[in-house]
């Protein structure tokens, strides 16, 4: 699904109105047993839980977060059906590059 409609700055325009009903229709398929989903417009950012009305009022009064192109709080899985992986990969490390590794933290902790 095109989710171009995200990262547009006219939020009344036909394309972001049919994006928005489009999610809104994902999104009812979520719903909590107090008929709440998570809302991701910029302010809640899919941590504050909003009946179905006050998530479509957010998202036109404040945008939608636009990085939120998979709507894995919202009913679609985490990996693409038919891939191999999650939908981003981390980095491959070489042994060599194991720098997160900190050798000190038992001695920081007894200080």
Known sequence: M??????L???FCPQYVCGVDAFIQCAMQCLDGQ???RCP????????FKTIELVKVDIYNHGMVPDYVRWV??????????????ASSPPHLEEEDNFFVDT???????D
């Open 104 to 110: 000190n933290i038992p001695t920081m902790l007894d």
């Open 9 to 11: 700055k006219d939020r």
């Open 41 to 48: 417009c910029r302010w809640c950012n899919n941590c504050s």
């Open 73 to 86: 709080h919202h009913g679609e899985p985490a990996v693409e059906i038919g891939s191999s992986g999650p």
């Open 2 to 7: 095109d989710r171009s409609w995200l990262k």
């Open 35 to 37: 008929g709440r989903v």
